[in-house]
């Protein structure tokens, strides 16, 4: 593959079966290229290079290993209080994209005019996906650069954005609310952190641990009570136990870290099996050592 820097923006590639094409550089290769993608979303076309830049993994981490609870409200908050939250769209873009969707309603298809419109939906929708994937990747980036291990719950998210409509024999309930809660979920991008985090992990040497979600909002940090009660909001956690106050969601954080770490510690990171469980060769060491 030969690449050619023709200025400081542009440059060109030689593809095979499509010969000499040019592009735009938004960021500086630095490396030896070792393959070339193109692929077109809407009506641009991108080259991606897959490039040896050099770098080994690093044998240690400096920062405390966390853990992350990903919200609607809050995308990500972390077990030492580090939180994180972006709108990927704005009050006007969504209020342009609803009436598109009114002046798509009243067009004729096929038309040119229907055609514009699509274009224009599809633009404001390609710039919030950008700006999610955008978040993703500086999220993993930070946590995985710093972290030797990453704690995540183990959210089947195809499965909890489900339709809830039913059928007509068998009508769902509060189908409207969720619905909501569908379009939340999938707005954040819990799926696509998650793979972000993994893809990441293989480059920084970060192990990414995910465990069982069940009672993380509802567990006290501090005594492990565990109460619905407890979580007096979306925001606000107080044990009714104890009396703990802090954050709910860094509180759910702090229970998915240490879920993880009595996962590690048992040497099992199988999300599906026991968090608690220390394994029999374990027991069996214990029980043979002299007294």
Aim: proline fraction near 3%; glycine fraction near 8%.
């Amino acid at each position: 593959m030969l690449i050619e820097r023709l200025n400081r923006r542009w440059g060109r590639v030689r593809l095979p079966k499509l010969g000499w094409v040019t592009f735009r550089i938004s960021h500086p290769l630095g490396g030896v290229v070792r393959s070339a993608t193109v692929s077109r979303d809407g009506n641009h076309w991108y080259v991606s290079f897959v490039v040896d830049d050099g770098k080994t993994t690093p044998k240690e981490h400096a920062w405390p290993d966390p853990g992350v609870d990903r919200g609607v409200v809050v995308a990500v908050a972390c077990s030492d209080g580090w939180m994180r939250d972006r709108r990927f769209t704005t009050r006007g873009e969504i209020k342009r994209h609803r009436r598109l969707q009114q002046k798509l309603a009243r067009q004729k298809k096929g038309s040119a005019s229907r055609r514009q419109t699509l274009a224009a939906m599809r633009s404001i929708r390609g710039r919030e996906r950008d700006r999610r994937a955008d978040f993703c990747a500086w999220t993993a980036h930070r946590l995985t650069e710093r972290n030797a291990l990453v704690v995540l719950e183990d959210l089947r998210t195809r499965n909890m954005t489900r339709n809830a409509k039913g059928t007509v024999e068998q009508p769902g309930s509060n189908v409207k609310a969720k619905a909501g809660l569908n379009r939340s979920i999938l707005g954040r991008g819990w799926w696509q952190l998650a793979t972000a985090l993994k893809g990441r992990a293989h480059y920084s040497g970060t192990t990414v641990v995910e465990v069982p979600a069940r009672f993380t909002s509802q567990t006290c940090s501090a005594c492990a009570a565990v109460d619905p009660g407890s979580r007096e909001g979306q925001a606000r956690f107080r044990c009714t136990h104890c009396g703990h106050t802090m954050n709910a969601d860094v509180n759910a954080a702090r229970n998915i870290l240490a879920a993880g770490l009595a996962v590690t510690a048992c040497g099992d990171l199988d999300a599906g099996r026991s968090v608690k469980q220390e394994p029999a060769g374990n027991r069996e060491e214990l029980l043979l050592q002299p007294t």
